[in-house]
């Protein structure tokens, strides 16, 4: 949403994530186009909940358990925190 950030991942990680940023950007603005949500934080809040939905629904539907769901999930959320952590580090 025309903001740039720097994340730092492993070179073989680049293109999923690349994928990634282009999904969460695509999403982003879908949701601020068609809801009254302005602040970019909360933005990506729902963002986040909506793709975290979709991967504990899509999950149940091949058969994956909640465990490894969850876990799936949390290593994505890590994924996410390693790489913003940089980032972070520019506004202390």
Known sequence: M?????LACEPDEKPLLLECVGLVDTRMRQIKQNSRL????RIAVMVALTL??????????VGLSESDLKSRLQ???DLTEEAL????????
């Open 2 to 6: 025309d903001r740039p950030y720097r």
């Open 38 to 41: 302005t602040g970019t934080d």
């Open 52 to 61: 975290a939905r979709e991967l504990l629904v899509g999950g149940q539907s």
């Open 75 to 77: 290593s994505l959320i």
């Open 85 to 92: 952590a940089p980032q972070e580090k520019l506004f202390d």
